[in-house]
Nanobody, 117 residues
Framework: QVQLVESGGGLVQPGGSLRLSCAASGFTFSTYAMGWYRQAPGKERELVASISSGGSIRNYADSVKGRFTISRDSAKNAVYLQMNSLKPEDTAMYYC??????????WGQGTQVTVSS
């Protein structure tokens, strides 16, 4: 069955870094665009970063541009989110998403990122 399993979240101080990982299985990874979303309490889920199926096209939310980097590893069926210069506003549950089309999408269970001093 389809699985997206996130890891790498945790507690970090402002200005620190974290690297999130998403391990994918149960579908043809190379044909799916991948994305990282986040959701803080009381807020809507927002797209943080996305990467095309081939890995050549990357997009970022304005709030994280220049600080976060999304990447994928076809050999490992994994997608990563390198987060640098973290701010308290980055605190949220982070979710991995795989999307072949608007109709075919899969979601992970999320990993918590907390940025606090």
């Amino acid at each position: 069955q389809v699985q997206l399993v996130e890891s790498g979240g945790g507690l970090v101080q402002p200005g620190g870094s974290l690297r999130l990982s998403c391990a994918a299985s149960g579908f043809t990874f190379s044909t799916y665009a991948m994305g990282w979303y986040r959701q803080a309490p009381g807020k809507e889920r927002e797209l943080v970063a996305s990467i095309s199926s081939g890995g050549s096209i990357r997009n970022y939310a304005d709030s994280v541009k220049g600080r976060f980097t999304i990447s994928r590893d076809s050999a490992k069926n994994a997608v990563y989110l390198q987060m640098n210069s973290l701010k308290p506003e980055d605190t949220a549950m982070y979710y991995c998403q795989a999307a072949q089309s608007s109709r075919v999408q899969y979601w992970g269970q999320g990993t918590q990122v907390t940025v606090s001093s």
